[in-house]
Antibody, heavy 125, light 107 residues
Framework: QVQLQESGPGLVTPSQTLSLTCIVSGGSITSDGSYWSWIRQSPGKGLEWIGH???????YDNPSLQSRVSISLDTSKNLLSLNLRSVTAADTAIYYC?????????????????WGPGTLVTVSS | DIQMTQSPSSLSASVGDRVTIACRAS??????LNWYQQKPGKAPKLLIYAASTLQSGVPSRFSGSGSGTDFTLTISSLQPEDFATYYCQQSHSIPFTFGPGTKVDIK
């Protein structure tokens, strides 16, 4: 299993952009079949899948976030990034990066078996 | 979006008890159903995928069943380390969605 570690500011001002990175170690973000997701957890909305991307492909995000999301990979640094624009207090949450489960040459895009420890982001002025 | 519900939302049980948690999807998801365990301050941990396949390293007292819209997670004999919150999640279609969770605590 790869190891994931999120980082970014713990406090973001309303209407600004939340930017997080996730360093991946123990494996390459370019691995075939690997999907890299962002997931958040808040007391009010529980666990919410934000979106995912994969090497050489497109990113997909949750329509509930109204096109405010950008997810990308940096192959030179082996990391993934999240930008969430126009944040409000409702975006306050613990943000996790996660990788899908792969076994025996098969990968399952929506099964998350590697997670970072999470980073708390508070949106407040 | 596919909505996931779980019941009960919480339960109290003793070590050695058999525990069953139900999960329902708002439409058929075949067997694209995962179960996670989360302890306070930690990220969720994948226990079961494809409704009934135990993730490597997960004790055999955990089992999953179901298909279509109705699923069950069973812990055959609850151990002290099993007190946690359990979530189901559908991986049938984007956006992937999670249930609200079932908290298992000590009676």
């Amino acid at each position: 299993q790869v190891q994931l570690q999120e980082s970014g500011p713990g406090l973001v001002t309303p209407s600004q952009t939340l930017s997080l990175t996730c360093i991946v170690s123990g494996g390459s973000i370019t691995s075939d079949g690997s999907y890299w997701s962002w997931i958040r957890q808040s007391p009010g909305k529980g666990l919410e899948w934000i979106g995912h991307t994969y090497y050489g492909g497109s990113a997909y995000d949750n329509p509930s976030l109204q096109s405010r999301v950008s997810i990308s990979l940096d192959t030179s640094k082996n990391l993934l990034s999240l930008n969430l624009r126009s944040v409000t207090a409702a975006d306050t949450a613990i943000y996790y990066c996660a990788k899908n489960y792969c076994t025996g040459g098969s990968c399952y895009s929506g099964d998350f078996d590697s997670w970072g420890p999470g980073t708390l982001v508070t949106v407040s002025s | 979006d596919i909505q996931m519900t779980q019941s009960p939302s919480s339960l109290s049980a003793s070590v050695g008890d058999r525990v069953t948690i139900a999960c329902r999807a708002s439409q058929s998801i075949s067997s694209y159903l995962n179960w996670y365990q989360q302890k306070p301050g930690k990220a969720p941990k994948l226990l079961i995928y494809a409704a009934s396949t135990l993730q490597s390293g997960v004790p055999s007292r955990f089992s999953g069943s179901g298909s279509g819209t109705d699923f069950t997670l069973t812990i055959s004999s609850l151990q002290p380390e099993d007190f946690a919150t359990y979530y189901c999640q559908q991986s049938h279609s984007i956006p992937f969605t999670f249930g609200p969770g079932t908290k298992v605590d000590i009676k």
